[in-house]
């Protein structure tokens, strides 16, 4: 564990189960709103426990949505990107948008390459140099 985060542990107010008298344990992550160190905290549960059930249908209900969010985005973005295209390709913008315009297509193109992740800010920023360059360095 690292300087910065605390380990926890808690006993459910509910069943008030334990190390030594537990089913299942479950594990979270947050901040401690005092010191602003991460904290990790293992709270010890019975099978049968009211928290320990809510918590999961909600973690159950988390994965249904993230899934289905998924399945849409899968469906919606081709869509969007050829609406985004076809605008691109009727060229109806000024030449002061067309950098803008290029560097969206091409950020649009490397999500669309994989949809399971996300674009990385090191990829972002190679596609917006290449639409907008850094500065030369000044010579003295």
């Known amino acids: 564990m690292s300087a910065d985060a605390e380990a926890r542990e808690e006993t459910c107010p509910d069943c008030q189960a334990g190390p030594d008298n537990m089913d299942v344990r479950t594990f979270s992550i947050g901040k401690d709103p005092d010191t602003g160190r991460t904290t990790t905290t293992v709270t010890w549960h019975l099978e049968d426990c009211p928290s320990y059930t809510v918590q999961q249908i909600l973690l159950e209900d988390g994965v249904r949505r993230a899934e ?51 674009v990385t800010p090191d990829r972002w920023v190679e596609i917006l140099n290449k639409h907008f360059p850094p500065d030369e360095e000044p010579t003295a």
């Not at 030449?95 to 803008?100: D, E, L, V």
């Open 68 to 118: 289905e969010r998924t399945e849409w985005t899968r469906q919606e973005f081709p869509a969007a990107q050829e609406r985004l295209l076809d605008l691109v390709m009727r060229g109806e913008f000024d030449a002061t948008a067309k950098p803008f315009v290029a560097a969206l297509v091409e950020l649009v193109e490397a999500q669309g390459e994989d949809l399971g992740r996300f």
